[in-house]
């Protein structure tokens, strides 16, 4: 007879023990740890805060925080995305230690070894908690898959490649070329 043992369940608490110098997330209270990103995963980071980020600022829209950067929905609910932004009249959910609360929008650039977890885990916390909006961006085809949040999941607005822009109404008169996210 075989005996299962039970889960252990981690917390917030259990989580800040962890150390600094790997990447974690917690999701319903399961722990996972994720490699450092590849390069190109961080060049893409890069091309979109500097896409981005200048016009957030310009127009005082918010705050734009690349990872690592915690996310804490829950106790057992903590995650790390490539990006958030948060609208300035949502400002008050980032604190001097995490952003604690949904953010408006989510960008994660998927990798071999986090896109599965990207694309249905997270995907669920998220839409769980109220993201209005994710973007998964893929390295592997050059493209952006674009969600929005509806009354219970994400709906999906597109996969944009290069040629297009994508636009989003958290981001009023954003039109960002996929072709520079992408760019070397």
């Not at 980020?53 to 690349?66: A, D, K, S, T």
């Not at 995650?79 to 009249?89: K, N, W």
Request: charged residues 25%; contains cysteine.
């Amino acid at each position: 007879m075989t005996t299962s043992r039970p889960k252990v369940r981690f917390t917030y608490s259990d989580y800040c023990l962890l150390p600094e110098d790997k990447r974690y997330e917690l999701i319903g209270g399961e722990l996972y740890m994720a490699p450092a990103p590849l390069t190109r995963h961080q060049v893409i980071l890069l091309n979109l805060v500097l896409l981005i980020g200048p016009f957030v600022r310009q127009r005082n829209l918010g705050r734009l925080l690349p990872a690592p950067v915690d996310v804490i929905f829950s106790d057992e609910d903590v995650l790390q995305p490539d990006l958030i932004f948060v609208a300035a009249d949502r400002e008050a959910i980032v604190t001097e230690r995490a952003c604690e609360g949904a953010p408006d929008l989510v960008i994660e650039i998927l990798s071999p070894s986090t896109g599965r977890r990207d694309r249905e885990l997270k995907r669920k916390v998220y839409a769980n908690y109220g993201v209005k909006e994710y973007w998964l961006v893929d390295p592997e085809s050059d493209s952006v898959h674009v969600l929005r949040l509806g009354d219970a999941d994400f709906t999906d607005c597109g996969i944009f490649r290069s040629g297009a822009s994508i636009t989003t109404p958290l981001l009023p008169r954003l039109e960002l070329p996929v072709s520079d996210v992408f760019a070397p």
